[in-house]
């Protein structure tokens, strides 16, 4: 399970530093794809291999439901770490989510997100008025903390 926050840089060529505790339970090959609000997601292989079997289930006759595929299978990208624990990002991807310098990894279950530092205080981060409407919203889910 990966969790926490980390601040790192991306270098000129696209690289940033995986941290030791992500990096171990990556193991080495992974999946780089595009994620939703404007980040990218990391998915160990197997999960990768779990999430695509999900989405090959999918009803293919909706338009959305190819939409969702298309967006996370087409830019898939497989990785893996260098000898000095960074990984490169491709170009598509450091577009995508904005990545020039300052980026923040954080771990967030089964996946890591790669978010740009400015996006993420933008999106990523709550007040604690907006955590009690999620958290009442998630019981009606049947997810109590």
């Known amino acids: 399970m990966f969790l926490g926050e980390y601040y790192h840089s991306i270098d000129a060529k696209g690289r940033i530093i995986v941290p030791v505790k992500f990096r171990d339970e990556l193991g080495e090959k992974f999946i780089v794809?595009?994620?939703l609000d404007g980040c990218l997601y990391i998915y160990t292989m197997k999960e990768w291999e779990a999430f695509e079997n999900k989405l090959?289930?999918?009803?293919?006759?909706?338009?959305?439901?190819?939409?969702?595929?298309?967006?996370?299978?087409?830019?898939?990208?497989?990785?893996?770490?260098d000898k000095q624990g960074r990984i490169l990002i491709p170009?598509?991807?450091?577009?995508?989510?904005?990545?020039?310098k300052d980026v923040i990894l954080a771990g967030v279950g089964?996946?890591?997100?790669?978010w740009s530092?400015?996006?993420?205080?933008?999106?990523?981060?709550?007040s604690y008025e907006d955590m009690d409407d999620v958290a009442e919203r998630m019981s009606d889910l049947g997810i109590d903390f």
């Not at 089964?110 to 790669?114: A, D, G, R």
Request: aromatic content about 10%; glycine content about 6%.
């Open 110 to 114: 089964k996946k890591i997100e790669i």
């Open 117 to 126: 530092k400015e996006k993420w205080e933008e999106t990523a981060t709550f």
């Open 33 to 35: 794809t595009k994620g």
């Open 56 to 81: 090959g289930s999918l009803p293919t006759g909706k338009a959305d439901i190819r939409k969702l595929v298309r967006f996370f299978l087409s830019s898939a990208a497989e990785t893996e770490v």
């Open 91 to 100: 170009p598509k991807h450091r577009e995508y989510a904005a990545l020039e």
